[in-house]
């Protein structure tokens, strides 16, 4: 197994080993491993439809990969479901936000708390019997609006998530993954819809969170050059199979890579429609 | 602070009139009133429960009318003193063990709850896993199962000739104090952060889950706990008529109850409240449609059922014409009241026995 280059001493925290996953005959994933090290922020890429967010969703539980397995933090996270997964510190956003949209962004956020909160609902029925269950209630409202103020979005806490700009919606995503207090991070393509200076900003942003909240990072990006300042190492996908994987230069001059980029002259559709609707 | 203050003091006031209401209404209003405001609490709890369910936590279940059923009965059977029941029992005799079953009033009313919990749990657990529209079709289909098992169970429930004589326990004190009892729970429930748990598995399962929610147990317990109130809702509505039968659990039980909900607001406190208000009152009004009428030399013979029509009718054109009812999914504030309030003091107190 390859390790990221000069990364060889660090903890690998997520292995994914010969992780395939068929729909039907399409290989949406082959044979794919990575190896994803402690603290690092990675990226993989590839053009439409390649199985990015297919992999996302194996991780996170909302697929069973078809062969191979998937360890976090050396436990086995193949089966889990995809709670399970968020409660072992792995969280996600997705490539087309799903926030809560008829809740505040505050509430967004505390939602995200829940997975960590120790107190049972019942015991908030009788504030006078459970004091500690009706403060930890005041505790997660209070590090909820903490942790929008370090996203830049206090201001909104009380607006209705619907109502904020597209920016401020995918900020608000991390946020509410970050709630959920994850030790590693999973960002479904964070800069779409993004020109490439928002995008710049937004990653170099995300390295940012990674220092404050000691996370690995692993995104999806479409735009190449978006990814290649701000990823330490990147595997690259097309159709389904791992083509390269390395640090940015290596990733940059490799011939197939700019083949897969480039050799597709159409751009790929949203693919073929499954059985059931795929998780973006 | 001060806003606080100022709705603990419009909360208290408010309880005391309707405590004054209560006290006043029995020796002043006729029996005919009395079980109209009777009937609005009881069906305010049967509001909220379904809409525990169906509005906060998005489970379409048309359940609830097989739930008061279980709840009215179990009351009933508990209460009945044994020589009731002996000469009750024409057509089969009673259980012998179901005899010389008794419980107080109120124990009866928790095992109501307690037992309409348990099966709703039990079709809970296979149906929820389905997900979706299965609910919807699965409850329609256990509320009959229910109401047929009723019907042919002489030996302990007398069958279709049901059950006379129940003691007449619920009085507006005993209606109103469950209501507000109902009303706490769901106030409290919906502010903690398990409210916002409800609602996340409603607008966004796969969301939810993401965020390390379990959706199936979260629906479960949503939907176990809104049985709970159905079974209650049942159990007061039988000690409030006296009578029970099956005929009384119908469809179309349910069908208003989901008016009360989808009126008031699918998700607001609030809305269910004034959806009972609205849709008990309708009820009884529309009740002259049925009677036979006489104008000028028309006879028009009274038709039963029409008010039901008249009914669904009216729950077609709200789900047409105004969706989200009359309160949305928003919830009284004395706020409203006081346009200009405190900035930065986001009251979130909500008015009783409003
Ligand atoms: N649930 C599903 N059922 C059937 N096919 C699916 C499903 N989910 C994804 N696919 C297919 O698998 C392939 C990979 O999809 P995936 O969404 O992972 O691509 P992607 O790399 O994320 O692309 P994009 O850049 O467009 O987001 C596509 O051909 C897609 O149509
Ligand atoms: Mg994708």
């Given at each position: 197994?390859?390790?990221?280059e000069?990364?060889?001493a660090?903890?690998i925290v997520?292995k994914?080993?010969d992780v395939?996953?068929r729909f039907?005959?399409?290989v949406a994933?082959?044979?794919?491993s990575?190896?994803?090290?402690?603290?690092s922020?990675?990226g993989l890429?590839?053009?439409?439809?390649?199985g990015?967010t297919?992999v996302f969703?194996?991780?996170?539980?909302?697929y069973?990969?078809t062969k191979?397995?998937?360890?976090?933090?050396g436990?086995?996270l193949t089966?889990?479901?995809?709670?399970?997964?968020c409660?072992?510190g792995?969280?996600?956003t997705?490539q087309?936000?799903?926030?809560?949209?008829?809740e505040?962004?505050l509430e967004?956020v505390?939602?995200?708390?829940?997975?960590?909160q120790?107190?049972?609902?019942?015991q908030?029925?009788?504030?006078f019997?459970?004091p500690?269950?009706l403060?930890e209630?005041?505790?997660?409202r209070a590090g909820?609006?903490e942790?929008l103020?370090?996203?830049?979005?206090?201001?909104?806490?009380d607006?209705?998530s619907s109502?904020?700009?597209?920016?401020a919606?995918?900020?608000?995503?991390i946020a509410?993954?970050l709630?959920?207090?994850p030790k590693f991070?999973?960002l479904?393509?964070?800069?779409?819809?993004?020109?490439?200076q928002?995008s710049?900003?937004l990653l170099n942003?995300?390295r940012?969170l990674r220092?404050?909240?000691?996370?690995?990072?692993?995104?999806?990006e479409h735009?190449m050059?978006?990814?290649?300042g701000?990823?330490e190492?990147i595997?690259v996908l097309d159709?389904?199979l791992l083509?390269?994987?390395?640090s940015?230069?290596?990733?940059r001059?490799n011939p197939?890579?700019?083949?897969a980029?480039?050799g597709k002259?159409?751009?790929?559709?949203d693919?073929?429609?499954?059985?059931s609707?795929?998780v973006? | 602070?001060k806003?606080?203050?100022?709705?603990g003091i419009?909360?208290?006031?408010?309880?005391g009139v309707?405590v004054?209401?209560?006290?006043w209404a029995p020796?002043?209003l006729?029996?005919y009133?009395?079980?109209?405001?009777n009937?609005?609490a009881i069906?305010?709890i049967l509001?909220l429960?379904l809409n525990l369910?169906y509005g906060?936590t998005?489970?379409?279940?048309?359940?609830?009318a097989g739930?008061?059923a279980?709840?009215?009965?179990?009351?009933?059977?508990?209460?009945?003193?044994?020589?009731?029941?002996?000469?009750?029992?024409?057509?089969?005799p009673i259980a012998?063990?179901?005899?010389?079953?008794?419980t107080?009033f109120?124990?009866?009313?928790?095992?109501?709850?307690l037992?309409?919990?348990?099966l709703g749990?039990?079709?809970?657990?296979?149906?929820?896993?389905?997900?979706g529209?299965y609910l919807?079709?699965a409850?329609l289909?256990f509320a009959?199962?229910?109401r047929?098992l009723?019907?042919?169970?002489?030996?302990?429930?007398?069958g279709?000739?049901?059950?006379?004589?129940?003691?007449?326990?619920?009085?507006?004190?005993m209606?109103?104090?469950?209501?507000?009892?109902?009303?706490?729970?769901?106030?409290?429930?919906?502010k903690?952060?398990?409210?916002?748990?409800?609602?996340a598995?409603?607008?966004?399962?796969?969301?939810?889950?993401?965020?390390?929610?379990?959706t199936?147990?979260?629906?479960?317990?949503a939907f176990v706990?809104g049985c709970?109130?159905?079974?209650v809702?049942?159990?007061?509505?039988g000690?409030?008529?006296?009578?029970?039968?099956?005929?009384?659990?119908m469809i179309?039980?349910t069908y208003s109850l989901l008016?009360?909900v989808v009126v008031?607001?699918l998700g607001?406190i609030?809305?269910?409240?004034?959806?009972?208000i609205?849709v008990t009152t309708?009820l009884?009004w529309?009740r002259?449609v049925e009677?036979?009428?006489?104008?000028?030399s028309f006879h028009?013979?009274g038709?039963p059922?029409?008010r039901?029509?008249?009914?669904?009718?009216?729950?077609?054109?709200?789900?047409?014409f105004?969706?989200?009812?009359i309160?949305g999914?928003?919830?009284?504030?004395w706020?409203?009241f006081?346009?200009?309030?405190?900035p930065?003091?986001?009251?979130?107190?909500k008015?009783v026995g409003?």
């Amino acid at each position: 197994m390859k390790n990221p280059e000069g990364k060889a001493a660090q903890n690998i925290v997520l292995k994914i080993k010969d992780v395939t996953l068929r729909f039907g005959g399409l290989v949406a994933v082959g044979d794919l491993s990575m190896n994803v090290p402690e603290g690092s922020i990675t990226g993989l890429i590839g053009p439409n439809g390649a199985g990015k967010t297919t992999v996302f969703n194996v991780i996170t539980g909302f697929y069973k990969p078809t062969k191979g397995s998937v360890d976090f933090m050396g436990k086995p996270l193949t089966g889990l479901p995809p709670h399970k997964v968020c409660e072992a510190g792995l969280s996600r956003t997705f490539q087309n936000i799903r926030l809560f949209h008829n809740e505040t962004v505050l509430e967004n956020v505390m939602i995200g708390s829940y997975v960590r909160q120790k107190g049972r609902w019942w015991q908030n029925l009788l504030p006078f019997v459970f004091p500690a269950a009706l403060r930890e209630e005041r505790e997660i409202r209070a590090g909820s609006l903490e942790l929008l103020a370090h996203l830049g979005l206090a201001e909104q806490a009380d607006a209705v998530s619907s109502s904020l700009p597209y920016g401020a919606q995918r900020r608000l995503e991390i946020a509410r993954a970050l709630a959920t207090r994850p030790k590693f991070l999973l960002l479904d393509e964070p800069a779409a819809g993004m020109n490439p200076q928002e995008s710049v900003e937004l990653l170099n942003f995300i390295r940012k969170l990674r220092d404050d909240f000691d996370l690995t990072i692993l995104l999806i990006e479409h735009d190449m050059k978006v990814v290649m300042g701000v990823c330490e190492y990147i595997w690259v996908l097309d159709r389904g199979l791992l083509i390269a994987e390395g640090s940015p230069e290596t990733i940059r001059t490799n011939p197939q890579v700019i083949e897969a980029y480039l050799g597709k002259d159409a751009p790929v559709g949203d693919g073929p429609v499954g059985a059931s609707p795929p998780v973006q | 602070m001060k806003t606080k203050i100022r709705n603990g003091i419009l909360n208290l006031l408010s309880l005391g009139v309707l405590v004054y209401f209560l006290w006043w209404a029995p020796g002043n209003l006729d029996g005919y009133k009395l079980r109209i405001i009777n009937l609005i609490a009881i069906n305010a709890i049967l509001g909220l429960s379904l809409n525990l369910i169906y509005g906060m936590t998005g489970m379409f279940s048309l359940g609830h009318a097989g739930f008061m059923a279980i709840g009215a009965y179990v009351s009933a059977l508990l209460i009945l003193t044994p020589e009731q029941k002996v000469t009750m029992w024409i057509l089969d005799p009673i259980a012998p063990w179901l005899l010389n079953f008794h419980t107080p009033f109120i124990v009866s009313l928790v095992l109501a709850g307690l037992a309409a919990s348990f099966l709703g749990w039990l079709i809970a657990l296979p149906v929820l896993r389905l997900g979706g529209d299965y609910l919807g079709i699965a409850t329609l289909g256990f509320a009959e199962i229910i109401r047929i098992l009723i019907v042919n169970l002489t030996p302990l429930t007398n069958g279709s000739l049901g059950l006379k004589g129940i003691p007449a326990h619920t009085d507006l004190w005993m209606s109103y104090g469950c209501l507000l009892v109902v009303l706490l729970f769901m106030i409290r429930l919906m502010k903690s952060n398990f409210g916002n748990v409800l609602r996340a598995v409603r607008d966004d399962e796969i969301a939810a889950k993401t965020m390390g929610i379990d959706t199936f147990q979260t629906r479960v317990l949503a939907f176990v706990i809104g049985c709970f109130g159905g079974g209650v809702g049942g159990a007061l509505m039988g000690n409030l008529i006296t009578t029970i039968d099956p005929k009384m659990f119908m469809i179309t039980q349910t069908y208003s109850l989901l008016m009360v909900v989808v009126v008031g607001g699918l998700g607001s406190i609030t809305g269910s409240v004034i959806g009972s208000i609205l849709v008990t009152t309708l009820l009884e009004w529309l009740r002259f449609v049925e009677n036979p009428v006489t104008i000028g030399s028309f006879h028009i013979p009274g038709i039963p059922g029409m008010r039901m029509v008249i009914f669904s009718v009216l729950l077609i054109v709200i789900i047409i014409f105004r969706r989200e009812g009359i309160m949305g999914t928003r919830e009284f504030s004395w706020d409203w009241f006081f346009p200009t309030g405190a900035p930065g003091e986001k009251s979130e107190t909500k008015g009783v026995g409003q």
